[in-house]
């Protein structure tokens, strides 16, 4: 009897672990992706531009967030390094791009700001204004005169998204909000 009693409750913690796992996979199956999935960088007219593809799939509460009015800001970090034979490599140019994705209940559009330069694009959907910040056209990154020519160089790219234009207090009130993200490191060599 205590052992069909052991065996059962065995059995019922088993179940129970089952069901939490495929639970915890179902959830991150549905989370969307977030990453780079492609960036190459080429040189037009003595300047090296990059054009890159960002899969910008955001949580949920992201998107219910931003349809409330709260600006999300993507953020791109750009990084250059020369390759050395016997030191470390060297760090050419580091820069790093910044757009804000807000809703504008007045005009009920989503509006695009690049943080860097101050240029403003609006969209009607949120859809559409996704897809635009997905892909990074002709984004000057160096002159070509600052790589040495025959040298291989590296260029690693990361994005993220975080919650934008809140003060600091209300950003610690909602910190536990599925918000924030970030790629990977995608990295690729170019020789000047």
């Known amino acids: 009897m205590h052992a069909t009693r052991v065996l059962h409750s065995r059995l019922k913690r088993a179940a129970a672990f089952a069901c939490a796992a495929l639970l915890a996979v179902t959830s991150l199956a549905a989370d969307p992706r977030f990453e780079i999935r492609n960036a190459f960088a080429e ?3 003595g300047i090296w531009q990059l054009n890159a593809i960002v899969d910008m799939g955001l949580s949920k509460p992201a998107r219910e967030a931003l349809a409330e009015g709260i600006p999300l800001t993507l953020v791109v970090d750009i990084s250059i390094t020369g390759e050395r034979r016997f030191l470390p490599d060297e760090g ?13 209940a007045l005009s009920d559009r989503y509006v695009v700001t690049n943080l860097n330069s101050g240029a403003q694009t609006t969209y009607s959907t949120q859809s559409e ?21 025959g040298r291989r160089h590296e260029v690693s790219l990361r994005a993220s998204v975080e ?26 060599s170019i020789r000047p």
Do not use: C, H
């Not at 050419?92 to 504008?104: G, S």
């Not at 204004?129 to 020519?149: F, G, K, N, Q, V």
């Open 43 to 45: 040189p037009v007219a």
């Open 92 to 104: 050419v140019a580091e820069l790093q791009q910044r757009w804000e994705l807000a809703y504008d």
């Open 129 to 149: 204004a996704l897809e635009s910040l997905s892909r990074i056209r002709s984004l000057p990154l160096i002159d070509a005169d600052l790589l040495e020519t």
């Open 163 to 188: 919650i934008g234009g809140l003060p600091g207090a209300v950003k610690m009130m909602i910190f536990w909000r599925d918000w924030s993200r970030s790629t990977n490191w995608y990295t690729w």
